[in-house]
């Protein structure tokens, strides 16, 4: 069975922290994202990759970053945690777009 | 204005309704559209999957796509209480670049 794994599935951390989360899959991948989701607002894209090393700007960039060192394993990363970073972290991959995104399970993350 | 739009609802009907969910959206070029469905404080996962226009059926679920009116639908005949979840529409097309567009969920409730 195909998988994307999101190390966390709740985390608590505090104003200011950095904040490393982690995603892996198994399918060998290409592509692979970065949303957010909250209540009315829906999926937003923060971050997403087409190869190793690579990385583009989703829809909000802002406040995050991320890593892509190796095929299998997307990391994103909040450098400075803050309270309007507390939200629901869903990691992706796909193949193409033919085949549609496979997600993680999410992280639920509260910054306090 | 959204390039996709969905009713959030939420919507709730009794065991055993025929349930209708729907999708807007206002790029003509989107070629591939799809249904997610997501549980509660999982990831989504995908349901149904459609290119171009038509119907698609796979047991008690119908997607329909109707390019001409920008609409999309999906059909769900004898619902059960185990299909209460949040459906999200993702439509997509190559110049998207690999990205999907989802709309923004709708919350269905099936009562027993």
């Known amino acids: 069975d195909v998988k994307v794994t999101q190390s966390s599935r709740y985390l608590v951390k505090r104003t200011g922290e950095k904040v490393f989360l982690e995603c892996v899959q198994d399918?060998?991948?290409?592509?692979m994202f970065w949303y957010r989701q909250d209540p009315g607002l829906g999926l937003r894209l923060i971050y997403f990759?087409?190869?190793?090393?690579?990385?583009e700007k989703g829809d909000i960039p802002e406040g995050y970053s991320v890593s892509r060192e190796k095929k299998e394993r997307f990391s994103l990363i909040l450098e400075s945690a803050s309270t309007n970073q507390t939200s629901m972290y869903l990691c992706?991959?796909?193949?193409?777009?033919?085949?549609?995104?496979?997600f993680g399970s999410g992280t639920r993350l509260t910054v306090v | 204005q959204k390039e996709v739009e969905q009713d959030p609802g939420p919507l709730s009907v009794p065991e055993g309704a025929i349930v209708s969910l729907n999708c807007t959206y206002s790029?003509?070029?989107?070629?591939?559209f799809m249904w997610y469905r997501q549980y509660s404080r999982k990831g989504p996962e995908l349901l149904m999957y459609?290119?171009?226009?038509g119907n698609k059926e796979d047991g008690r679920f119908t997607a329909q796509v109707d390019k001409s009116s920008k609409y999309i639908s999906l059909f769900i005949r004898d619902s059960q209480p185990s299909d209460s979840a949040t459906y999200l529409c993702?439509?997509?097309?190559?110049?998207?670049?690999?990205?999907?567009?989802f709309g923004q969920g709708t919350e269905l409730s099936v009562k027993p």
């Open positions: 990759s087409y190869d190793v090393k690579m990385k």
């Open positions: 399918m060998d991948h290409e592509n």
């Open positions: 790029n003509s070029a989107f070629q591939y």
């Open positions: 993702a439509l997509t097309s190559y110049n998207q670049g690999g990205k999907l567009i």
């Open positions: 992706a991959s796909s193949l193409s777009i033919n085949y549609g995104y496979t």
């Open positions: 459609t290119y171009s226009s």
